[in-house]
């Protein structure tokens, strides 16, 4: 099953389960009952508790697995990424200028490999775009934005060898749909 699959399935057992607490409410309420107000307040006084032993336990469950790079992780390899209307530029070695895209924009797509921790450094030289990572099948496998005068990083281990396309997420102008790009895993 996959992990979206799941995540519907648990959506949908959550809304179930609403419904049935509002349907049980509503038909509770039939009849008049005295209102109760000190067995109210210590109802109250537990449900804060319960939800904040949940609230704690989901944080330290899930802090852990954070997506972002801890400090003493060094990347085995580096690409900088130049995102510009309307292509993407992948080098080992940093892109300054227009001629360097220009060069390696147009080049064969950059090879990485299998297994590494990659590092992307990911800019641009005009507007906002997104730098998505996809399978050769079409599914998104992570992305960041390509901000001008940002470089955001996105850290990456790919071990099944391929080409990777990479797509532009933002509308960045009239040729968007056709900003593409790849690199290569082996
Ligand atoms: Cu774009």
Known sequence: MTVQL????????????????????ALSTTSSIPANASAASRLRKSFAILLGLVLLAALGLTLPNTPYPRQADVPEKVVFVVAKQFAFGLSETPITTEEQWEAVSSSAPLEIPAGALVEFRVTSFDVNHGFGVYTAGGRLLAQTQAMPGYVNRLRLRLDRPGKYPVLCLELCGMQHHEMRGAFVVR
């Open 6 to 25: 799941k995540a519907l399935y648990l959506f949908l057992a959550i809304a179930a389960l609403l419904i049935l607490v509002f349907a049980l409410a």
